[in-house]
């Protein structure tokens, strides 16, 4: 499914790589950066919320007790099942892919790294609204991130 979309997000990619390398020539003033509320790290903001490339925590930090039935499929629940269900097939799914279905957990475990660029790094998903908080983005990725307890 090599299509028009992915070169825009090849591109976006390129133009992070741009601003990053931009940002580390100018030093780290701070001035115009745009800060992220709930950690304080400053970065680059995509599609309203500041993307997480970094790590946001270490394999097996207690990330605040958050597991996949008490933090994690409720979000899914909330922003993404809409499309990504194992209830839905055809042009219910809304374009979804097959397969790609976030009441599953088996399904999200197989699909952690492509979830984490989704939501928390290139933020292109979900396409519409209701979309997740910058919070909810960030917690997904810290439970990824923290080996998905
Ligand atoms: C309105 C429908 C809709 C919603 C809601 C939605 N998605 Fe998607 N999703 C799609 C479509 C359409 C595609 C395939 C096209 C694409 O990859 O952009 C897709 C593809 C994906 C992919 C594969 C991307 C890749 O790497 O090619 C991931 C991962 C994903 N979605 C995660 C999520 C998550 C997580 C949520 C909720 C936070 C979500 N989506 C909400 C419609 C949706």
């Known amino acids: 499914m090599y299509h028009r979309t992915m070169w825009v997000r090849h591109l976006g990619l390129l133009h992070l790589g741009l601003l990053i390398v931009a940002l580390a020539a100018c030093g780290d003033d701070g001035s115009g950066t745009p800060i992220d509320a709930a950690?304080?790290?400053?970065?680059?903001?995509?599609?309203?919320?500041?993307?997480?490339?970094a790590p946001q925590a270490n394999p097996g930090d207690p990330i605040d007790g958050d597991t996949f039935a008490t933090a994690i499929a409720p979000?899914?629940?909330?922003?993404?099942?809409?499309c990504?269900?194992?209830?839905l097939s055809g042009a219910a799914r809304n374009g979804a892919p097959l397969g790609f279905n976030w009441d599953d957990?088996?399904?999200?475990?197989q699909?952690?790294?492509?979830?984490?660029?989704?939501?928390?790094?290139?933020n292109f998903m979900p396409p519409s609204d209701p979309r997740p908080t910058c919070d909810e983005r960030r917690r997904v990725v810290r439970?990824?991130?923290?080996?998905?307890?």
């Not at 990504?84 to 209830?87: A, D, G, P, Q, R």
């Not at 699909?111 to 290139?122: D, K, Q, Y």
């Not at 439970?143 to 307890?149: G, H, Q």
């Open 143 to 149: 439970w990824i991130d923290a080996d998905a307890p």
């Open 75 to 82: 979000i899914f629940q909330s922003r993404c099942t809409r």
């Open 84 to 87: 990504h269900s194992t209830t």
């Open 39 to 53: 950690s304080g790290d400053s970065g680059t903001i995509i599609n309203g919320c500041l993307s997480l490339s």
């Open 105 to 109: 957990e088996a399904s999200v475990r």
């Open 111 to 122: 699909h952690l790294a492509e979830i984490r660029n989704a939501i928390g790094v290139l």
